[in-house]
Structure formats: C-alpha cells, structure tokens
T-cell receptor, first 113, second 109 residues
C-alpha cells in the first residue's frame, strides 16, 4: 500500500515550458487535491476534485489546469511555466467523510528559471 | 484577515517542557479541525483531529473553543523528535481545508 505518490520528485523548467505533475493514490479515495507551499505562506489550494471526471478551482488556480480521468490519478499541468510558479507542490487525497482527513504525497520541488 | 492564523514561532523549549500553541480561525461555520505536523522538507502528516469536547493522544492534547474560534495544542514532556512545524487546519465548508502557515517548534537537549 503506497498511499499517495507523486512524480517527478524534482524538476527544473525554463520560463514558458510546460509540464505535467502526476499524483496517484491507492486508497480508493474520492477526493484529491493539489497544493503549493511557499516559504512563510503555508499550503494554498490550487485545484481539487470530488470524484472521477470532476474538478474545481481552489484559492490559487491561475496558470494551472487539472484532470481526473481515473479515480486514482490527479494530474496538474502548467501550460507556460513562470518563475512565480517555483514552489513545492503537494498532492493529497481524502475519503470525503466527516471529519475528512487528507493524506499527502511526498511533494514535487519545481524550479522555474 | 487570514482564515487561519498561527504564531509562526519559533518556540524554543528544553526537553521535558510543556508547550502550547494556539490558532484562530475566521469561518464560524467550520465543522472540522485538525493539527498536522510537518517535518523540514517533508509532507504534512495528520497529528490529530480536534473535537468539541477536547481530546488527548498520549502527550498531545487538543482543545476547541467555538465561541472564541480558536484551537489549541498542548504538548507535554517534549521530546527532541517533536521538533517540527505544527499546522492548524480548518475546513472551509466547501469540501476543502484551509491550512495555517504553521508554528515552528524546536526542542533542545
């Protein structure tokens, strides 16, 4: 039981390049989330999904797109990377119960030059 | 005003000390409350949920004051391994959680 996994772990991009971050969970959770964490800012929600085929915007969605084609996977895309998107990205999943505990992946450290 | 506010610290305490953190939240409709722990450069992990009646897990005690909209975490008999950042987390009422920026604890030998 791997829990929540993220690929890649590290990535360096040039401004304007695109990339996709993959999150996978094997806990059969309904909900999945993408956060970014910047120094002194805490975790900020980018997008989330409450089920296969659904997505919704979080607090800071601009510059990102997501897709949830399969229940176990949640993809985060950057179409044209900017230096302001340099951050640590965490994926999380939760069963959707109350209280709803979120389980996090190990994170992806992204640097945009 | 931030939805969840915490003192960033750091709190520097000796081993064996008792330390308490508070957190305030702004959404009076919030129903679920948590404390997460985050080690340096690692993912957040659930420490404990916080219930209205207060709850304890070993050396950790969490309290909720709905009237004043604050949550507390008490750590007794601090260990070196308790050194971490503690995140206060509150549900938004919109199927998502809001995370505080965290309080850093450093336990010293």
């Amino acid at each position: 039981n791997a829990g929540v996994t993220q690929t890649p772990k590290f990535r360096v991009l040039k401004t304007g390049q695109s990339m996709t971050l993959l999150c996978a969970q094997d806990m059969n959770h309904e909900y999945m989330y993408w956060y970014r964490q910047d120094p002194g800012m805490g975790l900020r929600l980018i997008h989330y999904s409450v089920g296969e085929g659904t997505t919704a915007k979080g607090e800071v969605p601009d510059g990102y797109n997501v897709s949830r084609l399969k229940k176990q996977n949640f993809l985060l895309g950057l179409e044209s990377a900017a230096p302001s998107q340099t951050s640590v990205y965490f994926c999380a999943s939760s069963p959707g119960t109350v209280p709803d505990t979120q389980y996090f992946g190990p994170g992806t450290r992204l640097t945009v030059l | 005003r931030k939805e969840v506010e915490q003192d960033p610290g750091p709190f520097n305490v000796p081993e064996g000390a008792t330390v308490a953190f508070n957190c305030t939240y702004s959404n009076s409709a919030s129903q679920s409350f948590f404390w997460y722990r985050q080690d340096c450069r690692k993912e957040p992990k659930l420490l404990m949920s916080v219930y209205s009646s207060g709850n304890e897990d070993g050396r950790f005690t969490a309290q909720l004051n709905r009237a004043s909209q604050y949550i507390s975490l008490l750590i007794r008999d601090s260990k070196l391994s308790d050194s971490a950042t503690y995140l206060c987390v509150v549900d938004t009422g919109r199927r998502a959680l809001t995370f505080g920026s965290g309080t850093r604890l450093q336990v010293q030998p």
